[in-house]
Nanobody, 124 residues
């Protein structure tokens, strides 16, 4: 079992920045590929970013490419999502998730563990 707890969400004006954190506990954090997803009201949960467990490969949704950066600190059992140039369309609940695959994973069903989510609201 892996427990994930997100933090760092909040209200920010368009063009602003936030850094989300996801603290993991339980099994060895470095064994998992970590992803960020988001879900806006009335919409399905969508992929945002992923960081593979060993090679450290990253992949981003087109909508956030160039604005968001995913990183991890295995010593702190934490994965981060740095979000710059935020837009009102980025408003959503953001979730981190852990997958037991050593590759890029973008589909929700491949992720076994999920956090409770943190709200990000971007005002125009």
């Amino acid at each position: 079992q892996v427990q994930l707890v997100e933090s760092g969400g909040g209200l920010v004006q368009a063009g602003g920045s936030l850094r989300l954190s996801c603290a993991a506990s339980g099994r060895t954090f470095s064994n998992y590929t970590m992803g960020w997803f988001r879900q806006a009201p009335g919409k399905e949960r969508e992929f945002v970013a992923v960081l593979s467990r060993s090679r450290g490969s990253t992949y981003y949704a087109d909508s956030v490419k160039g604005r968001f950066t995913i990183s991890r600190d295995n010593a702190k059992n934490t994965v981060y999502l740095q979000m710059n140039g935020l837009e009102p369309e980025d408003t959503a609940v953001y979730y981190c998730a852990a997958a037991d695959y050593d590759t890029i994973v973008v589909v929700t069903r491949r992720y076994a563990y999920w956090g409770q989510g943190t709200q990000v609201t971007v005002s125009s």
